[in-house]
């Protein structure tokens, strides 16, 4: 088999088992199900940090020296850590989080009043959406990602699921007993902080016991990383502490001068500081373009890291002190200085170096990467315009509201899309179930996003009907986004690869093909009947024209890739391609 740029990792391994040791070696089957990354070499070898001309040095030395008994093929196994994570947090975010939020903001738009929604509603789907959604997102992926960034194996792994059901349990009774008006459930307030809190500092022991025990060199997105345990640490102590207070004066709302800051402290501290982590350490391989700028993201870290508890203490008590109500206007400067540093520092609008334009693989999540970095700077535009406006008033309320969805979902939600959609491919080492799919959430999330960011403000502007109406409407595009998005992963994470036994170390037979369907090589279709190739190029694929190309990119891409990249439907295409085969099976 021909080892080029383009080479598919599982493709490699398994027409020559004996390059696995090779792929071990450089640490480049950590990830990608029992066959293997399904990823080319080009690009894996960048993301990974290994030299790609010194790794198909050796990956050919291998293939020359052969298979054979004295060669061990080790099996690879699919670490499926992150899982219920996800599916959990997809589940929570479409039932109480978006769904509820959807009808809440119609609600809100029929009346008219911001203050029509009995408020602790209101913190249950904050509290499902920020620890639901995100945090399970963020808690699936780390136990997944982190172990594998710092080259070791996860600790007290069987601890995971432990922490998985307590997460999940404690966050669905909270949603659930908080605004609800039955004295008799309300012990279960405090059962479900109890819960919460022992399924984080499992969490926190789990990530911080591997990163400690990693041999790998520190590296400067390390220090993102810890900084989010110790504010997820604290927002959970804030939490519990919240629960109580509530439990104990018989409330239902938490005070909004501390549900508020507090929300910000979880959503700056532990959760931007844990996307910033993982964005430093794969950004550029994912973009294609240059490393990081450390000085500016070191920057940014040190300023987020002093504001942040600065920004909670100065909103809670600005209400009672001048000093302090003037701080919380001022504090929004550094944070927004810093969130424009931290793009600037990610390098993440800026051209891409090149290296990886002639590699084949989807990039459909790479817009998503980049729009949630545009909602970054809208939220940092959106927090240095608040200290102008009078605290308090309507408007300030409405910028507030809009602050807090171009963060939550226009930065934070569309990052997980974009990088659930790379990564879990990745993990199993398939393609996405369906990149139309991917894209029309985009376009459905970026539409609702903006349509309530916009609207949210220009009800706060001038209170106008019409922006209302158009605020109404904005969760349900996110909701159809979200279901569209949540459909597409499950489908993917549920994809059973089956294991196929390692080949012989030769060159796998060419199969005469009698009929192709979407795993068929290009490269095999026109090979074997010359005549599909005016076919390819009746439906569009131009490309086919450049023999390098069929000979290159064709021996890599199925019929299903090539058809997903360009728009092209699979069937009618699989169609043409067999009636020209059986027309030439026929002619002889
Ligand atoms: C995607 C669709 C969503 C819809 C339709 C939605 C709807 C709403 C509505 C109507 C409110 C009350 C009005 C306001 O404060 O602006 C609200 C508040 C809130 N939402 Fe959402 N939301 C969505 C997504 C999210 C996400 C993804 C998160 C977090 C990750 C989130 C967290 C919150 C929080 C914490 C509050 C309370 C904020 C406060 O009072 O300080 N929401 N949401």
């Given at each position: 088999?021909?080892?080029n740029r383009n080479t598919i990792i599982k493709d490699l391994i398994e027409s020559h088992p004996e390059t696995l040791a090779v792929f071990k070696k450089y640490n480049l089957v950590i990830a990608g199900g029992v066959r293997g990354p399904n990823e080319p070499i080009a690009f894996f070898?960048?993301?990974?940090?290994?030299?790609?001309?010194?790794?198909?040095?050796?990956?050919?030395?291998?293939?020359?020296?052969?298979?054979?008994?004295?060669?061990?093929?080790?099996?690879?196994?699919?670490?499926k850590v992150y899982g219920k994570f996800v599916k959990t947090a997809i589940v929570l975010t479409l039932t109480v989080g978006v769904t509820f939020g959807a009808l809440v903001l119609s609600y809100i738009a029929i009346k008219l009043d911001f203050d029509s929604v009995y408020y602790a509603?209101?913190?249950?789907?904050?509290?499902?959406?920020?620890?639901?959604?995100?945090g399970l997102c963020i808690m699936g992926f780390a136990l997944y990602i982190v172990p594998r960034v710092k080259n070791t194996e996860l600790r007290h792994r069987g601890f995971a699921n432990v922490c998985y059901l307590f997460a999940a349990a404690g966050i669905t009774l909270r949603t659930?007993?908080?605004?609800?008006?039955?004295?008799?459930?309300?012990?279960?307030?405090?059962?479900?902080?109890?819960?919460?809190?022992?399924?984080?500092?499992?969490?926190?022991?789990?990530?911080?016991?591997?990163?400690?025990?990693?041999?790998?060199?520190?590296?400067?997105?390390?220090?993102?990383?810890?900084?989010?345990?110790?504010?997820?640490?604290?927002?959970?102590?804030?939490?519990?502490?919240?629960?109580?207070?509530?439990?104990?004066?018989?409330?239902?709302?938490?005070?909004?001068?501390?549900?508020?800051?507090?929300?910000?402290?979880?959503?700056?501290?532990?959760?931007?500081?844990?996307?910033?982590?993982?964005?430093?350490?794969?950004?550029?391989?994912?973009?294609?373009?240059?490393?990081?700028?450390?000085?500016?993201?070191?920057?940014?870290?040190?300023?987020?890291?002093?504001?942040?508890?600065?920004?909670?203490?100065?909103?809670?008590?600005?209400?009672?002190?001048?000093?302090?109500?003037?701080?919380?206007?001022?504090?929004?400067?550094?944070?927004?200085?810093?969130?424009?540093?931290?793009?600037?520092?990610?390098?993440?609008?800026?051209?891409?170096?090149?290296?990886?334009?002639?590699?084949?693989?989807?990039?459909?999540?790479?817009?998503?990467?980049?729009?949630?970095?545009?909602?970054?700077?809208?939220?940092?535009?959106?927090?240095?315009?608040?200290?102008?406006?009078?605290?308090?008033?309507?408007?300030?309320?409405?910028?507030?509201?809009?602050?807090?969805?171009?963060?939550?979902?226009?930065?934070?939600?569309?990052?997980?899309?974009?990088?659930?959609?790379?990564?879990?491919?990745?993990?199993?080492?398939?393609?996405?179930?369906?990149?139309?799919?991917?894209?029309?959430?985009?376009?459905?999330?970026?539409?609702?996003?903006?349509?309530?960011?916009?609207?949210?403000?220009?009800?706060?502007?001038?209170?106008?009907?019409?922006?209302?109406?158009?605020?109404?409407?904005?969760?349900?595009?996110?909701?159809?986004?979200?279901?569209?998005?949540?459909?597409?992963?499950?489908?993917?994470?549920?994809?059973?690869?089956?294991?196929?036994?390692?080949?012989?170390?030769?060159?796998?037979?060419?199969?005469?093909?009698?009929?192709?369907?979407?795993?068929?090589?290009?490269?095999?279709?026109?090979?074997?009947?010359?005549?599909?190739?005016?076919?390819?190029?009746?439906?569009?694929?131009?490309?086919?024209?450049?023999?390098?190309?069929?000979?290159?990119?064709?021996?890599?891409?199925?019929?299903?890739?090539?058809?997903?990249?360009?728009?092209?439907?699979?069937?009618?295409?699989?169609?043409?391609?067999?009636?020209?085969?059986?027309?030439?099976?026929?002619?002889?």
């Open positions: 088999m021909e080892i070898a960048k993301a990974h940090e290994v030299d790609y001309d010194t790794l198909v040095k050796e990956l050919k030395e291998a293939v020359e020296k052969g298979g054979g008994e004295h060669v061990v093929i080790p099996r690879l196994e699919e670490d509603l209101i913190q249950a789907h904050g509290h499902a959406q920020i620890y639901g959604w995100v659930v007993v908080q605004p609800l008006p039955y004295s008799s459930l309300r012990f279960l307030l405090p059962v479900s902080a109890i819960l919460e809190c022992i399924a984080i500092l499992l969490f926190i022991l789990i990530v911080l016991r591997t990163i400690l025990a990693s041999k790998e060199k520190i590296g400067i997105y390390d220090k993102f990383f810890k900084a989010g345990i110790i504010w997820f640490f604290i927002s959970t102590c804030m939490n519990m502490g919240m629960v109580c207070y509530l439990y104990r004066h018989g409330l239902y709302e938490i005070p909004r001068r501390f549900f508020s800051p507090y929300v910000h402290l979880y959503l700056f501290g532990f959760v931007l500081m844990f996307i910033f982590a993982v964005n430093i350490r794969t950004v550029y391989a994912f973009l294609d373009i240059k490393p990081v700028r450390e000085k500016a993201v070191n920057l940014t870290f040190w300023i987020m890291n002093i504001c942040i508890p600065i920004y909670f203490a100065s909103h809670f008590f600005a209400d009672e002190n001048v000093v302090a109500y003037r701080l919380s206007q001022a504090i929004a400067f550094p944070i927004g200085f810093a969130l424009l540093t931290f793009v600037f520092g990610l390098r993440v609008f800026e051209r891409s170096t090149k290296e990886l334009d002639d590699v084949v693989m989807d990039r459909s999540y790479a817009k998503t990467i980049r729009t949630a970095y545009l909602w970054l700077i809208v939220t940092a535009g959106i927090l240095v315009v608040m200290p102008f406006l009078e605290d308090g008033s309507e408007i300030q309320q409405r910028f507030h509201g809009s602050l807090n969805h171009a963060l939550t979902v226009g930065f934070i939600t569309m990052m997980i899309i974009g990088y659930a959609s790379k990564m879990i491919p990745t993990f199993k080492g398939i393609n996405m179930h369906s990149i139309r799919l991917s894209n029309i959430t985009f376009i459905l999330l970026n539409t609702g996003c903006f349509l309530r960011v916009f609207s949210q403000i220009m009800v706060g502007v001038n209170g106008k009907t019409i922006f209302y109406v158009t605020m109404g409407t904005s969760g349900w595009f996110e909701l159809a986004a979200l279901s569209l998005f949540g459909y597409n992963l499950w489908k993917t994470m549920n994809f059973v690869q089956e294991t196929k036994p390692p080949a012989a170390s030769q060159a796998p037979a060419t199969v005469k093909l009698t009929e192709v369907n979407k795993d068929t090589k290009v490269f095999d279709v026109v090979d074997q009947y010359p005549d599909t190739l005016q076919i390819f190029l009746d439906f569009g694929f131009s490309q086919m024209a450049n023999p390098v190309m069929r000979n290159t990119m064709g021996r890599v891409a199925t019929l299903d890739m090539a058809t997903k990249m360009h728009n092209v439907d699979l069937d009618t295409f699989l169609k043409a391609l067999n009636g020209k085969i059986v027309e030439k099976k026929g002619a002889v």
